[in-house]
């Protein structure tokens, strides 16, 4: 037992209790975090080996670069103990999307550091951190900045925080057609938003590969581009100056696996691969970052008209003798925001979706995107073999039209999944093959609300098929919230989806990631719910054992 010498009096569980037991629970969470700050005994971490892979490598083995055991070569001894307590659910924070800056710095640090301070006092096991493409390898080929990062790596070790790595190699945001336009993130005042124009683009000079032949940018049937990731259509032509996609992906990966490896494992415990738009697989036939996505109810748009996608699509036609079938996406799909019932295509009654050319079509477009994530799972896989992190990758939430036989938005995100079809197995078995545990949003989201805005969508019945899906395969699940602002409400839907995962008799591995870290999150009353459902999703385990910690770094305590 730890008998503090100092009496502990009754302590509200917000960032304020920090300062003494006698402070005046409304001040900043700044100032208070300002006494989180203090000196951690290192020691060094083991040194892991990790196999390095030349599968579809436009380098050696080793071109990655070499280890920099001056990098991150420490972790902490009290947090990273054998013997910590890690039952329950683990949760992580999403910290603000540009945290490290175009020029690779983080803005503010010092505020950072105390923000991070505060979450490891609340319980969080972790943040999750996205690598972006278009800032790490941003002006040429194989030059890449991880300086910011690896101090942002450093910060998260010396507060006790694990790291969960999102390597994205999608666009942020949407906007004016100027990808060099980004948005300064205020990390003083942690608002956590963006505004509609910000953008952090794709790599400059993937930028310019994509000007000088537009059709590696995903089409619709009106001609118009997107380019928040590139055509998978072009996954295997070395269409960036001599090199895939595909590989310009592996080598990313592989260079990242090199520079943080004496904290793969130890800090960074789980790394989640981008795929798509927003990270997911997917294709982008609608935008996540405009805003009421869901409550719009938007069918999108199939995003098969670059000549890559195509000239798939043709070949596959006229192997089965349906030329015409080749020629491009469907008739009568509607527009965006038209009701599916309105429709030939998406239509219950006499829907083409449902016809032989309908299936056919389908079939290839959701083909497609598998045989994309399984190209990125299989270099991933054994990039990150002997690393012992979690990799992981992340399916689309799409709900809104949950009710609807043909399940059209689903449709056109490439997701074959109707009333009779699932379409969500057969990537649980992609990931399963290749050890990947799946992530999904909409964790907070409840049909009852949902449905008066929208009656056609059911965001528990979508997360339900999809957390069964992971349950027949076995594979491990990563859940987050869609919606920023959550309530007691949100958080209880949040513990009740959870459990229907992981609970049974053999308990499955959940994690939860808060989507994200923004200025609301550390005012009081918001702070206090979101430390509450850490304590709900953990045991209160981790909570109790990193209050002692923080607590015996300003009061004596003996054993």
């Not at 935008?287 to 069918?299: C, D, E, I, R, Y």
Request: charged residues 20%; glycine residues 8%; hydrophobic residues 35%.
């Amino acid at each position: 037992m730890v008998m503090f010498a100092s009496q502990l009096t009754a302590t509200t569980f917000s960032p304020s209790f920090l300062i003494s037991t006698s402070s005046d629970t409304t001040r900043s969470p700044f100032l208070a975090l300002a006494h989180l700050c203090y000196n951690r005994t290192f020691f060094p971490t083991r040194r892991r080996l990790a196999v390095s892979s030349r599968l579809n490598s436009s380098r050696s083995s080793g071109a990655g670069g070499s280890v920099d055991n001056g990098d991150v070569p420490y972790e902490l001894h009290h947090d990273f103990s054998p013997q910590r307590e890690t039952r329950g659910s683990p949760v992580f924070v999403t910290l603000p999307v540009n945290t490290v800056g175009p020029e690779g710095k983080i803005s503010r640090p010092r505020a950072m550091m105390f923000s991070l301070k505060a979450l490891a006092a609340a319980g969080v096991e972790g943040v999750v951190v996205e690598f972006w493409w278009g800032i790490i390898e941003r002006k040429e080929p194989r030059v890449y900045d991880w300086r910011g990062y690896r101090e942002l790596v450093m910060m998260a070790c010396m507060c006790g925080l694990k790291v969960r790595a999102v390597l994205a190699f999608h666009q942020y945001g949407t906007g004016p057609d100027d990808p060099n336009q980004y948005c300064v993130l205020d990390i003083a005042s942690y608002s956590g938003s963006l505004s509609p124009l910000c953008r952090i683009p794709l790599p400059l000079w993937v930028l310019d590969e994509i000007n000088k032949d537009p059709e590696l940018a995903y089409s619709d049937r009106f001609g118009r581009r997107n380019i928040e990731y590139i055509s998978l259509g072009c996954d295997t032509l070395p269409v960036l100056r001599g090199r895939t996609p595909i590989q310009a992906y592996a080598d990313f990966m592989r260079d990242f696996r090199e520079t943080f490896r004496p904290s793969l494992g130890l800090t960074i415990t789980r790394v989640q691969i981008g795929m798509g738009p927003g990270g997911e697989l997917r294709y982008p036939s609608f935008s996540f970052q405009k805003p009421n996505v869901a409550s719009s109810g938007g069918l999108g748009e199939f995003q098969c008209y670059d000549k890559y996608m195509l000239a798939s699509l043709n070949a596959c036609a006229r192997k089965i003798g349906k030329r015409e079938w080749g020629d491009g996406g469907p008739f009568g799909a509607g527009s965006l925001t038209q009701n599916p019932e309105h429709t030939d295509f998406f239509k219950n009654e006499g829907g083409s979706w449902n016809t032989p050319y309908g299936k056919f079509f389908l079939e290839w477009y959701s083909n497609m995107l598998l045989l994309h994530g399984e190209r990125i799972c299989r270099e991933a896989e054994t990039i990150f073999r002997g690393t012992e992190v979690l990799i992981s990758a992340e399916v689309a939430a799409i709900h809104w039209h949950y009710a609807i036989q043909s399940h059209p938005s689903e449709l056109t995100a490439g997701y074959y999944n109707t009333f009779d079809r699932d379409g969500y197995l057969p990537i649980a078995r992609l990931f399963s093959k290749y050890g990947f545990a799946i992530c999904c949003s909409c964790f907070e989201m409840q049909d009852a609300t949902m449905q008066k805005i929208n009656p056609s969508g059911s965001p528990e019945g979508f997360l339900k098929q999809l957390l069964l899906a992971a349950r027949l395969c076995d594979i491990s699940l990563e859940g987050q919230n869609f919606t920023t602002d959550l309530d007691d409400d949100a958080f209880s839907q949040v513990l009740k989806m959870s459990k229907f995962y992981s609970d049974g008799i053999e308990k499955r591995p959940f994690a939860f990631n808060f989507v994200r870290m923004n200025k609301r999150m550390f005012e009081t009353q918001n702070w206090d719910r979101f430390a509450r459902f850490v304590r709900q999703m953990s045991n209160g385990k981790i909570f109790q054992a990193r209050l002692r910690a923080h607590l015996g770094s300003s009061r004596s305590y003996s054993f």
